[in-house]
C-alpha cells in the first residue's frame, strides 16, 4: 500500500514539474510573440515618419511659391517647373491655397476612395498649414488626418515640422513632433509621442525625388496595440532612400516595460524589406511590412 503511495505521488509530483515546465515555456512563447508585433509595430512607425514627410514634401512641388529653387545659382522658374513636372500626383489630388505668393497656404493631399503608392494604400485626407517657402528657415508646418487611412489602419492626430535651414554640413534639416494613434481594422489601437531630426542629405539640388536620401534621428514613447509601454532611441541614423519602400540602414534602441532591451538594425545600406533583431545576446532576422 505504501509503494503504491508513493509512486503515485512519484507521479503527481513528475506531472506537476513537466506541466509547470510546459506552463512556463507556452508563456515565453506568447512573450516572443508579442515582442515581434511591439518590434513590427516600430519599424512600421520609422516608416510612416519618412512616408508622410516626404508625401508632404513632395506635393509641395505643385506650388512653385513653396518650394523655391535651392540655390541662386539655379534659375528658379526653370527649376520649379521641373520639380513640378517631377511630382508623381497619379495616386492623388493636390490642392493649394491661397495662389500666389501669400502666407500661410493650406494644402490638402485626398486619396479619396483609396489608391495605392510606396507599397501602401492610402484614403481620406492629409491637411497641412504652412507658414511659409519650404527651404526658409523658421517655416512651420500643421499637419492633421481626415478620415486618414494606411492599409485599413486609421491614423489620427498631429504633425508639427519646422524648417530649421541648414546644419554644420550644409544639409537642410528638420524637427518634427509627432502625437498619433493608429487604429486597425479590429479595433487595437497603438498611440506614440516623438521627435525626430530629420536631415535631407541628397537630392535636394534635383527635381527629382528618386535620387533623395533622408537621415532621421530622434526618441519615441508610447503604449503597443498590445497595450505593453515602450520607448525607442536612435543609435545610428536611419536611412531612407526614396528609391526604395524601406528603411536601409541605421538602428534603434527599443526598450518594452518587462522585456529584455531590443536592437532593431536596418542593415548596411541594401534596399530588401529586411532588418535584424538582437536580444539577450541573439540575433534574428525580421521581415519588414509596410
Not at 494606411?150 to 491614423?155: A, D, F, G, L
Not at 536620401?213 to 515602450?230: L, P
Request: net charge neutral; with cysteine; charged share 20%.
Amino acid at each position: 500500500m505504501k509503494k503504491i503511495l508513493y509512486t503515485s505521488a512519484f507521479v503527481l509530483f513528475t506531472f506537476g514539474i513537466v506541466n509547470l515546465s510546459s506552463c512556463k515555456k507556452s508563456i515565453q512563447e506568447d512573450e516572443e510573440t508579442k515582442d515581434l508585433v511591439t518590434l513590427a509595430e516600430n519599424s512600421q512607425l520609422d516608416e510612416s515618419v519618412t512616408d508622410n514627410f516626404t508625401e508632404i514634401m513632395g506635393s509641395s512641388m505643385l506650388d512653385l511659391n513653396l518650394f523655391e529653387a535651392p540655390t541662386q545659382t539655379v534659375n528658379s522658374q526653370s527649376f520649379n517647373q521641373e520639380f513640378a513636372a517631377n511630382a508623381d500626383s497619379s495616386c492623388r489630388v493636390v490642392t493649394i491655397t491661397p495662389t500666389g505668393n501669400v502666407f500661410p497656404k493650406t494644402m490638402t493631399i485626398d486619396y479619396g476612395s483609396g489608391c495605392g503608392a510606396a507599397g501602401n494604400v492610402r484614403k481620406g485626407k492629409i491637411v497641412s498649414v504652412i507658414s511659409g517657402p519650404m527651404r526658409k528657415s523658421g517655416t512651420v508646418i500643421e499637419t492633421r488626418f481626415v478620415d486618414f487611412y494606411v492599409n485599413n489602419n486609421k491614423i489620427t492626430g498631429t504633425k508639427r515640422i519646422v524648417i530649421n535651414g541648414l546644419n554644420e554640413n550644409l544639409n537642410l534639416n528638420f524637427t518634427v513632433n509627432i502625437n498619433q494613434t493608429v487604429t486597425s481594422a479590429t479595433g487595437a489601437t497603438r498611440t506614440y509621442n516623438s521627435v525626430y531630426m530629420i536631415e535631407w542629405r541628397q537630392g535636394i539640388l534635383t527635381p527629382s525625388k528618386a535620387d533623395d536620401v533622408y537621415a532621421i534621428r530622434g526618441t519615441e514613447s508610447g503604449r503597443d496595440s498590445q497595450g505593453r509601454n515602450f520607448s525607442s532611441t536612435t543609435l545610428s541614423p536611419l536611412i531612407k532612400k526614396m528609391n526604395c519602400d524601406f528603411i536601409v540602414a541605421g538602428k534603434n534602441q527599443i526598450n518594452v516595460t518587462g522585456r529584455p532591451q531590443f536592437i532593431l538594425d536596418y542593415g548596411d545600406g541594401q534596399c530588401d524589406n529586411k532588418a535584424t533583431v538582437t536580444a539577450n545576446g541573439q540575433t534574428k532576422e525580421i521581415v519588414l511590412k509596410k
